[in-house]
C-alpha cells in the first residue's frame, strides 16, 4: 500500500504533483513506486504527480457497494468534499468541490455539459471496473468540463494466460430488515478475462433488479418519478475488451460498453409536507409515460507506440451515444393550447447527446537534459445534444453542436534525484457553438431566437511543484485552470423575450474555474496523513435556481469555493488499521453583480463539512470486517432564512468477508445505515424547498453477496 497526494492539476496534459493512494495501489505497483494514473495522460510516478489524487482499488469498490448501490456513495466515503448522494438516479447537486466533476470510462467523457441532466453517475457497472481515479480540482488534464476534479473509471484488465479466469457474482438485498417482500433486490453476473499473449480479451455481462426502498421507520422512500430513481429498477451491463500486442512496443485496443438502467414503473408517489416535516412517500400505482432511463454506449479505439522516435505516442478515438428519459407530468412548462386547450396536457423529457473526438498524446523524456519530460498532443471534441418532449415530439432545447480543438504542452523537470519536482504547461481550447433558428415552448412565449455560432478561445494554464522536505514528508502547491461550457440547454430552452440572439448571450460564454491549492503529506513507517488548503475561483460561474415549476434555471456570476481537506490513516498493528477523512468548504457567489462575492451558495451547489471515521481489521488469513461513519455537519445558509438550512447526521455502516476456501469462493454480509437513522437527505433539506422532493434517506439495508474466481 502507498499514499501520496497532490495539489491541483491544469491544462490539459500530465500535470507533477502528489498524491494520495491509500488503500488502493497493487503490490506490483508498490514494488516498483510506480502508480499508473490514466486520467493523467502519461506513466508517471506519483511523486512527480502535480495534483491531488485519489486511487480507489476495486476490492474496495467491492466492499463498499455491500452497504451502497452507487459508485457515487463509494466514492463519497473515501472523498469527504463531495456532496452526500441523493439515493436517486439524479445527481443533481452531488458536487465536486462546489462544482462539478467531469465523468470518464477509460479517458472517455460521460459528463454532458451542454444540457447537463446529472446522470453521468450511471453510465458502467461496478464489475468491470478495475479501480477509480479522482483527480481532485478545476483541471484541463481531460478537457472540457472538469471544474470540480475528474473522475475516471478504469476497466479491467486480464492477468492470467494459461486459462480463462472466470469470476461469478450473485447477492440479494433487503431493507427495513424484511428478507421478503417488494423491498428485496437482486444482483447477478459473469466476467471472463484471458490474456492469450498477443491478444487479451475481457467479457461482462451483468444484472441488477433493485427493490423499493425503506426509510427507518418503515415507510416506504418517495419514488422521484420525474429526475428519475434507483429504487424499483433493473440495469443490465454488457462489456467487452480486446488487445492486441503488435509487438512489444504497439498495441491496439478496442473497448465497448452498453449499459442501461431502467425504472420498473411500479410505484407513484404520495407527495411529502416540507413544513410538517413529513417525507414523500411511495404506493403501488402505474405511473403515466416511459419511466425514466439511463441508455448509453460508449466505444473507444487505442493505440500506443512506444520508443517511437525516443517517445511515447497514444492515440484514442472514441464514440458515444447518451440518452437520459425522464420522468413527466402536467407541469406548466410543457403547456401548449395548440396541442391540448385543456391545461392538462402530460409530458415528458428525454435528453440526447452524441459525441465523438480524438485524443493524442506524445511524451518525450530523452532529451539530454536529465529529468526532463516534455509532453505534447491536441484533442477533437464534437457534441451534438438536445433535448426532446418525447410525448409530443417538441425539442425543448434545440439541436446544439459543439466542436473543440485543443493544442496542449507540458513541461515537467525533475531534481536533485526526484527530490523537486517542478512542473507547467499551457492549453488553448479553440471552440464553437452551432445553434440554428429556433422557438421556445410555447408556455415562455414561443418567441423566435436567431441561431449563431458563437466562438470561443481559451488558453488554460497550470503550474505546480512539490518538495521532499525529508524522507516521507513531501510539501506540495500549484495553480491550474479548468474549462467548461455552462449548462447550454437550461439557458437556451428558457429563453421567453423575442430579438434574443445566440452569438450575443453572455449566458452562453464558458466557465473558466481556476484552482489553487497548497498541502503537505506524510507517509512515515505504519503512519500515512494529508492536509491541503484550496481555493477556487470563476468570474462568470454558473448557479442553479429553481424556478418555481420544479426545474432549475442557470444563473450567470462569480464565484468564490475555499475548502480545507484532511485525510490520514494508521497500521495500529499488521492486522488493524484506522483513519479519517475531513473536509470543510464554503462558498459564495455575487448576488448584486457589483463585482464582490456576497450571498451563500446554496446546497444545491455546494456540500456539506463532512467527517468520515473507520476501523479495518483482518483477524484471519480468511476473515476481513470494517466498521466506518459519515458525519454530516449542520449548515445555515445566511441568504435564505432557515427555509434550506441543513440539520446534519451521522450514519454508521458495517461489513465483513469470509474467504470459504477449496475454490468455494467468497461470502460478503454489509450494512447500511447499521444503527437505522432516521434522517431527510441533504440534497432534500438544503437543495430544494419543493415537497415532492422531501426524501427520506435509506433506513438500515442488509447485502448479502456470494462470489468466486474460478
Given at each position: ?44 510516478p506519483v511523486e512527480a504527480l502535480p495534483t491531488t489524487v485519489r486511487l ?503 464565484t468564490e469555493i475555499e475548502g480545507l481537506e484532511l485525510s490520514a490513516q ?141
Amino acid at each position: 500500500m502507498k499514499s501520496l497526494f497532490l495539489t491541483s492539476a491544469a491544462a490539459f496534459t500530465l500535470l507533477p504533483m502528489t498524491s494520495f493512494a491509500q488503500e488502493s495501489v497493487n503490490d506490483a505497483q508498490a514494488e516498483n513506486d510506480i502508480i499508473t494514473v490514466q486520467a493523467s495522460r502519461r506513466d508517471t510516478p506519483v511523486e512527480a504527480l502535480p495534483t491531488t489524487v485519489r486511487l480507489i482499488s476495486a476490492e474496495e469498490v467491492s466492499s463498499q457497494l455491500l452497504v451502497s448501490n452507487s459508485l457515487l456513495d463509494v466514492i463519497g466515503t473515501k472523498v469527504p468534499s463531495t456532496a452526500p448522494s441523493r439515493q436517486k438516479l439524479s445527481g443533481l447537486g452531488e458536487s465536486f468541490r462546489g462544482r462539478e466533476p467531469l465523468y470518464l470510462i477509460d479517458g472517455v467523457p460521460q459528463s454532458n455539459p451542454l444540457r447537463n441532466g446529472s446522470r453521468d453517475g450511471f453510465t458502467i457497472d461496478p464489475a468491470v471496473i478495475e479501480r477509480i481515479e479522482i483527480l481532485y480540482g478545476a483541471n484541463a488534464i481531460q478537457g472540457v468540463g472538469a471544474t470540480g476534479g475528474v473522475i475516471n473509471y478504469v476497466t479491467l484488465f486480464p492477468t492470467t494466460s494459461d486459462r480463462w479466469e472466470t469470476r461469478l457474482e450473485g447477492g440479494v438485498t433487503a431493507g427495513d430488515d424484511r428478507l421478503s417482500g417488494d423491498t428485496v433486490g437482486y444482483r447477478g453476473g459473469i466476467t471472463a478475462l484471458r490474456d492469450f499473449g498477443a491478444i487479451d480479451v475481457v467479457a461482462s455481462i451483468v444484472g441488477e433488479s433493485r427493490g423499493a426502498f425503506y426509510d427507518a421507520d418503515g415507510q416506504r422512500i418517495g419514488v422521484d418519478n420525474t429526475q428519475g430513481d434507483i429504487q424499483d429498477s433493473s440495469s443490465l451491463n454488457a462489456f467487452a475488451k480486446i488487445g492486441w500486442d503488435i509487438d512489444d512496443l504497439t498495441r491496439l485496443q478496442f473497448t465497448a460498453n452498453i449499459f442501461e438502467l431502467e425504472g420498473d414503473g411500479d410505484y407513484i408517489q404520495v407527495v411529502g409536507d416540507r413544513d410538517a416535516g413529513i417525507p414523500a412517500t411511495s404506493i403501488r400505482g402505474e405511473f403515466e409515460g416511459e419511466p425514466a432511463t439511463n441508455s448509453v454506449q460508449t466505444f473507444s479505439f487505442d493505440f500506443t507506440r512506444d520508443e517511437l522516435l525516443g517517445g511515447d505516442l497514444g492515440l484514442q478515438a472514441f464514440y458515444q451515444d447518451f440518452e437520459s428519459i425522464f420522468g413527466g407530468g402536467i407541469f406548466g412548462t410543457f403547456q401548449d393550447a395548440s396541442i391540448d386547450p385543456s391545461g392538462e396536457l402530460f409530458d415528458q423529457s428525454a435528453n440526447n447527446s452524441e459525441k465523438y473526438g480524438v485524443k493524442l498524446t506524445y511524451s518525450h523524456s530523452d532529451l539530454g537534459i536529465e529529468g526532463l519530460t516534455i509532453t505534447g498532443g491536441v484533442d477533437f471534441l464534437r457534441d451534438l445534444t438536445f433535448q426532446e418532449l418525447i410525448q409530443t415530439g417538441r425539442n425543448w432545447v434545440p439541436e446544439t453542436e459543439f466542436i473543440s480543438y485543443a493544442p496542449f504542452l507540458q513541461i515537467d523537470q525533475a531534481l536533485f534525484d526526484g527530490r523537486i519536482n517542478i512542473s507547467g504547461g499551457v492549453r488553448n481550447e479553440f471552440a464553437t457553438l452551432s445553434v440554428d433558428d429556433f422557438r421556445t415552448l410555447a408556455s415562455a412565449g414561443a418567441p423566435l431566437v436567431l441561431g449563431g455560432e458563437p466562438d470561443f478561445s481559451e488558453l488554460l494554464v497550470n503550474i505546480g511543484g512539490t518538495f521532499e522536505v525529508v524522507d516521507g514528508v513531501t510539501a506540495y502547491a500549484a495553480f491550474s485552470e479548468g474549462f467548461t461550457m455552462p449548462d447550454v440547454g437550461r439557458v437556451l430552452r428558457g429563453i421567453n423575450t423575442t430579438g434574443q440572439d445566440v452569438d450575443d448571450l453572455l449566458n452562453i460564454e464558458p466557465i473558466v474555474a481556476d484552482n489553487t491549492e497548497v498541502g503537505l503529506t506524510i507517509a512515515k513507517d505504519r503512519f500515512e496523513a494529508n492536509i491541503s488548503y484550496f481555493w477556487s475561483t470563476s468570474e462568470l460561474g454558473q448557479r442553479l435556481v429553481d424556478n418555481g415549476d420544479g426545474f432549475f434555471e442557470v444563473r450567470r456570476e462569480e464565484t468564490e469555493i475555499e475548502g480545507l481537506e484532511l485525510s490520514a490513516q494508521v497500521d495500529v498493528t499488521d492486522r488493524i488499521t484506522v483513519g479519517t477523512g475531513y473536509a470543510a468548504i464554503e462558498g459564495s457567489f455575487d448576488s448584486d453583480q457589483d463585482g464582490a462575492v456576497d450571498s451563500d451558495i446554496a446546497g444545491v451547489n455546494i456540500s456539506p463539512d463532512r467527517l468520515n471515521l473507520f476501523i479495518a481489521a483482518q483477524p484471519t488469513e480468511r476473515w476481513n470486517l470494517r466498521l466506518q461513519t459519515a458525519t454530516f455537519f449542520d449548515r445555515e445558509f445566511d441568504d435564505t432564512g432557515d427555509a434550506t438550512d441543513f440539520d446534519g447526521y451521522t450514519l454508521v455502516e458495517a461489513f465483513t468477508g469470509l474467504d470459504l476456501g477449496e475454490d468455494r469462493g467468497r461470502l460478503d454480509l454489509g450494512v447500511q445505515n447499521l444503527l437505522n437513522e432516521d434522517y431527510i437527505t441533504y440534497y432534500s433539506q438544503s437543495g430544494t424547498t419543493r415537497d415532492n422532493r422531501f426524501f427520506a434517506g435509506r433506513g438500515r439495508t442488509i447485502t448479502l453477496r456470494w462470489s468466486g474466481t474460478y
